[in-house]
């Protein structure tokens, strides 16, 4: 039987915390349940970065330390180790943003399979991943999409998109380690999804290599799962599947206003979180044929997919589920589902200071605009502060 309690447990949740790192965590969450807090603080940090203010330290020994495992993979080990410690393992995120050259989206590409290799004979890290725009631009992504016509230059860069793909999923094929492909906004996500399957079906004959990202705030992901899942079967290939509610749902709505056309957003949050449970419930139905790799800070679907574990008989160390938390978030659910047996990961952003910081920008904001998860996070520390002052 699961206990519906089991996430109230601070002490397992927050044992790798020392007191300072306690309290910074409880000052990090404090600010960012501060919506114009946020606001005025990332508009200053991106202006003292891009004239060069003398503010990496600050920056590195706040925000990034916290949501971030360091600069280098190398830099990130001491805490893959602290957390394999525990029963958590670690998916290496090399989390720079915003590129527009070719050499840079090669020097990307060539990082996830420099990590890919790293992790091949580290049992803490069983996964690799990668954003598609990390690997070309965005504006591309967009064309293919919308099937609009490319000219010389893009074709080429799509033809280098689709090799870097294939480069970094042989890789993945060839070390034996799962490779997580980041969903992105709607409005790309066609093109990044038909290249993502093509992969799955090359890599994928044996066991899922290659796993896709399926945002379940868009109510067409389910009907797109189940016919992805057909092609699947009949072509003799095995499905990955990250499942996430999503990221751009504010972004994704306006567009949708702005240009005319019916948002790709599920009308309510609770048809949001129905969507998700009826996804990883038809994926756990179909473990045969497809892996699942539950990225959630949601505690109720959490509990859900326990329960349905139990239900039907599945080991909780059953390599085909893994549940997963970013680093820096949501402690209460990772560490505790470790020491219950479960497999679970942390998400372990790093990189540059300066590149890193769209990415710890847009984690600040979406903090802000979920409901509830910061407030979470500050009730339970308080609550640990509360027990260790005991």
């Given at each position: 039987m699961?206990?519906?309690?089991?996430?109230?447990?601070t002490?397992t949740?927050?044992?790798?915390k020392?007191?300072?790192?306690?309290?910074?965590a409880?000052?990090?969450?404090?600010m960012?349940s501060?919506?114009p807090?946020v606001?005025?603080?990332?508009?200053?940090?991106?202006?003292?970065?891009?004239?060069?203010?003398?503010v990496?330290?600050?920056?590195?020994?706040?925000v990034?330390?916290h949501?971030?495992g360091g600069?280098s993979?190398?830099?990130c080990?001491s805490?893959?180790?602290?957390l394999?410690?525990?029963g958590?393992?670690s998916?290496l995120d090399?989390?720079?943003?915003?590129?527009?050259e070719?050499?840079?989206?090669?020097?990307?590409?060539?990082?996830?399979?420099?990590?890919?290799?790293?992790a091949q004979?580290?049992?803490?890290?069983?996964?690799?991943?990668?954003k598609p725009?990390?690997?070309?631009r965005?504006?591309?992504?967009?064309?293919?999409?919308k099937k609009?016509?490319?000219?010389e230059?893009?074709?080429?860069?799509?033809?280098?998109?689709?090799a870097?793909?294939?480069?970094?999923?042989?890789t993945a094929?060839?070390?034996?380690?799962?490779l997580?492909?980041?969903?992105?906004e709607y409005?790309?996500q066609?093109?990044?999804?038909?290249?993502c399957?093509?992969?799955?079906?090359?890599?994928n004959?044996?066991?899922p290599?290659?796993?896709n990202?399926l945002?379940?705030y868009?109510?067409?992901?389910l009907?797109?799962?189940?016919k992805?899942?057909k092609?699947?079967?009949?072509?003799?290939?095995k499905?990955?599947?990250?499942?996430?509610?999503?990221?751009y749902?504010?972004k994704?709505?306006?567009?949708?206003?702005?240009n005319?056309?019916?948002?790709?957003?599920?009308v309510s949050?609770k048809?949001?979180?129905?969507?998700f449970?009826e996804?990883?419930k038809?994926?756990m139905d179909?473990l045969s044929?497809?892996?699942?790799?539950?990225?959630?800070?949601n505690?109720l679907s959490t509990?859900?997919?326990?329960e349905?574990?139990?239900e039907?008989?599945?080991s909780?160390?059953?390599?085909r589920?893994?549940f997963g938390q970013?680093y820096?978030?949501?402690?209460?659910i990772t560490?505790n589902?470790?020491?219950?047996?479960?497999?679970?990961?942390k998400?372990?952003?790093?990189g540059p200071v300066?590149?890193?910081?769209?990415?710890?920008?847009?984690r600040?904001?979406?903090n802000?605009?979920?409901a509830g998860?910061?407030?979470r996070?500050l009730?339970l520390?308080?609550?640990?502060?509360a027990?260790r002052k005991?």
């Open positions: 699961i206990s519906n309690s089991l996430f109230d447990n002490e949740a927050f044992r790798l020392s007191d300072s790192e306690l309290e910074r409880y000052f990090l969450f404090k960012i501060k919506e807090l606001r005025i603080g990332t508009a200053v940090t991106k202006f003292a970065l891009n004239v060069n203010l003398p990496e330290g600050l920056i590195r020994s706040t990034f330390d949501f971030c600069v993979e190398t830099d080990m805490t893959v180790d602290r394999s410690d525990v958590v393992c998916i090399y989390s720079v943003e915003g590129k527009e070719d050499a840079q989206f090669d020097a990307t590409a060539a990082k996830v399979n420099e990590l890919t290799r790293f004979n580290k049992k803490a890290m069983p996964f690799s991943v990668f725009t990390g690997f070309g965005f504006d591309v992504f967009k064309k293919v999409t609009q016509a490319l000219n230059t893009e074709k080429l860069q799509w033809l280098n998109i689709e870097r793909y294939d480069r970094v999923s042989q094929h060839e070390c034996g380690i799962s997580l492909i980041d969903a992105e409005w790309m066609d093109a990044a999804d038909e290249l399957e093509r992969m799955m079906e090359k890599y004959k044996e066991r290599i290659v796993f990202t945002q379940c868009r109510w067409d992901r009907d797109y799962l189940k992805l899942h092609r699947a079967q009949l072509k003799g290939y499905l990955g599947f990250k499942i996430v509610r999503g990221a749902l504010e994704e709505n306006e567009r949708a206003l702005d005319g056309y019916k948002s790709p957003i599920c949050k048809a949001t979180d129905d969507n449970n996804i990883m038809y994926i179909n044929d497809i892996e699942l790799y539950i990225g959630t800070h505690e509990y859900l997919a326990m349905m574990m139990e039907k008989g599945i909780r160390s059953d390599e589920i893994w970013l820096g978030m949501s402690d209460h560490f589902l470790g020491a219950e047996g479960y497999n679970v990961s998400y372990i952003p790093f300066k590149d890193v910081m769209p990415y710890l920008i847009r600040a904001e979406e802000t605009s979920v998860q910061t407030s996070e009730t520390l308080k609550k640990e502060r027990r005991l």
